[in-house]
């Protein structure tokens, strides 16, 4: 959820997309959420490189952008049942 700001700035959009995901998929352990915060950071280098990499066609950057979703969440349900889970590239639509 992005906090009451008209256009927040971009790091700020983030840290709230950020916490959103943390709020949604952390383990709880005595009350305080649990997460692999190399994930995080992993998964952010990830979609930086997709996205610098990626060419100026607005579509072609939300496919980047989807497929490291999909593969942090797969990562994440990878860690929690300790079993591969395979990621496709998202087809265009």
């Given at each position: ?67 490291a979703h999909l593969c942090l969440e ?20």
């Amino acid at each position: 959820m992005i906090r009451d700001t008209a256009k927040p700035c971009l790091h700020c959009a983030l840290n709230a997309a950020i916490d959103d995901w943390i709020e949604k998929n952390a383990v709880e352990e005595n009350g305080q959420p649990v997460f692999n915060v190399g994930d995080i950071i992993s998964a952010l280098v990830e979609v930086a490189g997709e996205y610098c990499e990626a060419p100026s066609d607005r579509s072609q950057r939300s496919r980047a952008l989807k497929f490291a979703h999909l593969c942090l969440e797969a990562s994440v349900q990878a860690v929690r049942t300790g079993k591969s889970v395979q990621v496709s590239m998202p087809t265009e639509h």
